[in-house]
């Protein structure tokens, strides 16, 4: 059974902070498949479900592009 490390966790979510600072918009399941060189979008989509039960991203799978960052989250403050 395969098990997200903590280091694969803060690149996923480093990686849709520095989306949301380039792009005016949220990225895709296939943005971060694409991303991460994954062989499919349903294993991206897996990571991002578990990081959202987390608490570390919002996932809205009924909007496209609907990953984002918790509220708590100001991509504004922070220093990449």
Known sequence: RWVMTQVKE???VAFVRTWWKTHPYGPSIRDIQEGF???SASTAF???QKLASKGLLVHSPEIAR???LPK???IEKEVV
């Open 46 to 48: 897996y990571r991002v």
């Open 66 to 68: 609907g990953i984002s």
């Open 72 to 74: 708590e989250t100001n």
């Open 37 to 39: 060189g994954l062989a």
């Open 10 to 12: 803060e690149a996923i």
